[in-house]
């Protein structure tokens, strides 16, 4: 896929704050504000998607811009219940799609209790020489 055929799968608009990597986000190259964007597992995620999560790529989208107006240091995303607002969806719907996000390789779970953030490989933001995601402790799979 091009990165416009990319850009326009996850439906973002000319002036969302990405910058694109062929790869996982080189730190230096990412100006301060802006999220720095692994376009290979984006690309990935849009053509092997699930046909019955329709709202997958808004709510990537939508986590991915979240990092940067709700940062969090562990490189959380929106809470499930503000992102269920914004995108107009049931809040049971969410999980199901951070679960799915999460087999993909884009998310994973931080806590037991349903919060997640970005692969550090995925998407990584600078703010003034500062970058977050900063790699949380990962669970084990037998907890």
């Known amino acids: 896929m091009t990165r416009d055929e990319i850009i326009k799968g996850l439906g973002a608009q000319p002036h969302d704050p990405f910058v694109w990597f062929d790869g996982p986000p080189v730190l230096e190259q990412i100006p301060p504000g802006t999220v720095g964007v692994n376009s290979i597992k984006i690309a990935s995620v849009i053509e092997n998607r699930p046909s019955r999560y329709v709202n997958l790529?808004?709510?990537?989208?939508?986590?991915?811009?979240?990092?940067?107006?709700?940062?969090?240091?562990?490189?959380?995303?929106?809470?499930?219940?503000?992102?269920?607002?914004?995108?107009?969806?049931?809040r049971f719907t969410i999980p199901r799609n951070c679960v799915v996000l999460e087999e993909m390789g884009l998310f994973y779970k931080v806590t037991k209790n349903g919060r997640y953030a970005v692969e550090p490989d995925t998407a990584l933001v600078v703010f003034h020489d500062l970058f977050v995601p900063l790699p949380a402790k990962r669970l084990r799979k037998d907890d």
């Open 57 to 90: 790529l808004p709510m990537l989208r939508m986590s991915l811009i979240g990092l940067i107006y709700d940062p969090q240091l562990d490189g959380g995303i929106l809470p499930l219940q503000m992102l269920a607002d914004r995108l107009g969806v049931s």
